[in-house]
């Protein structure tokens, strides 16, 4: 079964960078997406940003494009998620998931693989 793995969380000050990992154990053409969402406490599952393994076009979150990039190393089976100009109403649980059907990048009920999540905390 496929497995996802995310790193990279951990405290950072506002302002800061993080770039979050996703090693998956195999990137296959039948990935319609991979995307990073997020969890606050007490929230729901929010979408970040999908990219599409196959051909690498790139989507974001109407609210974090600017900030946050998705990228993906197909040779090494990883995706990333490079987090600039952090604020505290980043800290959240990060996961990354796979989506091999057709379905909404945004919803997280359609992505069929997810990692464990890795906490990112910005705080001065």
């Known amino acids: 079964q496929l497995q996802l793995v995310e790193s990279g969380g951990g405290l950072v000050q506002p302002g800061g960078s993080l770039r979050l990992s996703c090693a998956a154990s195999?990137?296959?053409?039948?990935?319609?997406?991979i995307g990073w969402f997020r969890q606050a406490p007490g929230k729901e599952r929010e979408g970040i940003a999908c990219i599409s393994v196959s051909e690498g076009s790139t989507v974001y979150a109407d609210s974090l494009k600017g900030r946050f990039t998705i990228s993906s190393d197909n040779a090494k089976n990883t995706v990333y998620l490079q987090m600039n100009s952090l604020k505290p109403e980043d800290t959240a649980v990060y996961y990354c998931?796979?989506?091999?059907?057709?379905?909404?990048?945004?919803?997280?009920?359609?992505?069929?693989?997810w990692g464990q999540g890795t906490q990112v905390t910005v705080s001065s």
């Open positions: 998931g796979a989506r091999v059907r057709p379905g909404s990048n945004w919803s997280w009920e359609d992505y069929n693989y």
């Open positions: 195999a990137f296959t053409l039948n990935f319609h997406g």
